[in-house]
């Protein structure tokens, strides 16, 4: 499969775990990805790729930032790592896709942790698309330190200091 359209396909996967360990319902609407009425959650995931690099971040949008007005907010920044590459993927189905993941891990950091990272503009073109964005970078190696930890299906929360775990109905492996 391309990378690109495996991307704008394993959100959705990522996004459904996300709410279903967390216990907070997917947002149907536009806005941030999980909402419920006491809390709004912005999910960001990236890949991990053994032996290929070891820099972590998550982009994100600079209109994302104003998500968090109005209701307690935080930032679910995950990462996940798949059984095979992603030029060896098939399939475009979102089970499947799902079975081919081996482990996340989902860090909870409170909202305004992200306004330190530098909003930067992005522009640039191919023969298919154009795009001119406004974003940032979070950089995994300034997560704050770690509060609480949880086993869940498939993978890890944890809770970052200034995070309250007692926000979510976290969905624990036993």
Do not use: C
Not at 26 to 37: A, V
Not at 72 to 92: F, K, N, V
Request: no cysteine; aromatic share 12%.
């Amino acid at each position: 499969m391309l990378a690109r359209k495996f991307n704008s396909i394993m959100h959705f996967v990522n996004e459904n775990w996300a709410s279903e360990v967390l216990g907070i319902p997917i947002n149907p609407h536009k806005g941030p990805d999980l909402i419920n009425d006491n809390m709004v959650v912005e999910v960001k995931f990236t890949i991990i790729r053994p032996r290929k690099y070891n820099y972590i971040s998550w982009r994100v949008l600079d209109y994302q930032l104003e998500y968090g007005n109005g209701k307690t907010a935080y930032w679910a920044l995950g990462t996940y790592a798949m059984d095979r590459m992603i030029s060896e993927i098939g399939t475009p189905d979102l089970e499947g896709l799902e079975k081919m993941v081996t482990h996340r891990v989902l860090t909870i950091v409170q909202w305004d942790w992200m306004r330190q990272f530098k909003i930067y503009r992005e522009t640039g073109e191919t023969p298919i698309s154009k795009w001119d964005n406004s974003l940032a970078f979070a950089k995994q190696s300034l997560l704050p330190p770690e509060k609480k930890r949880y086993k869940v299906p498939k993978g890890e929360v944890i809770f970052t200091e200034g995070t309250n775990p007692e926000d979510f109905r976290i969905k624990q492996a036993y």
